[in-house]
């Protein structure tokens, strides 16, 4: 069985950023979210960068070549910011998150880097298919504090691992897909403010992608949206 995608896709500036560093890219075989970071007009450059780079994938490729494709993407989306970097080295320090998935209609494909994220809702459960590439995770893992006391910390935002012009070693994860599969992407300016278990609610509320993604931006917003917010919502059906 064939599936494809119905998406919606929606990003804000929150209420207290003076600019949108978010970037994102969805179409009928590939989704992705970028969260830049660099100050000033860096994380932009930096996330659109990345967008740029990847979004060639928006084609169809055949499951064996997935992987291959989704790590020279992410390389050149490297390389890119590195030769931006060496022409204005006043970037020096910019970067992005990138979290990108490529459907071929039988297999879905993940790569991620950073603390944006994609949440698979299935069968009634939402389930988190990455890891926060962040200090306090990595203190989690340590069990030095507990997960409940992450959200909390003072350096929950430090990120420990992203596309800044430097080697990398992304995680990637494969898919079988099923029909009505709902798929979340989407920049730490959601996951920071709405919690797992109401992301959950709304997944399963939302009786199009459109509405959910909508209500999601909502509810960051309504916690006080302290950052930008990208929200991608896709649900797989059989193709006719």
Known sequence: ?????????VTDQGHVRSNNEDCYYAGDHLLVVADGMGGMAAGDLASRLAIEAVSGLDVPIENDNQMDALHKALEAANVKIAE???A??????MGTTLTAVIFSGTRAAMAHVGDSRAYLVRE???????KDDTYVQM?????LIKPEEAAGHPRRSVVTRVLQGEPVSPAY????PEPGDR???CSDGLTAVVSNETI?????????PKSCAERLIDLALRGGGPDNITVIVADLTAAD
């Open 1 to 9: 069985m064939t599936l494809h995608l119905r998406w919606a896709a």
């Open 84 to 86: 931006q970097v060496v």
């Open 88 to 93: 204005e080295p006043e970037l020096q320090g």
């Open 124 to 130: 009634g459960r939402l389930n988190q298919l990455t």
């Open 139 to 143: 203190l989690v893992d340590q069990g």
């Open 173 to 176: 994860v494969i898919v079988e």
């Open 183 to 185: 798929w979340l992407l």
């Open 200 to 208: 959950e609610q709304e997944m399963l509320a939302a009786t199009d």
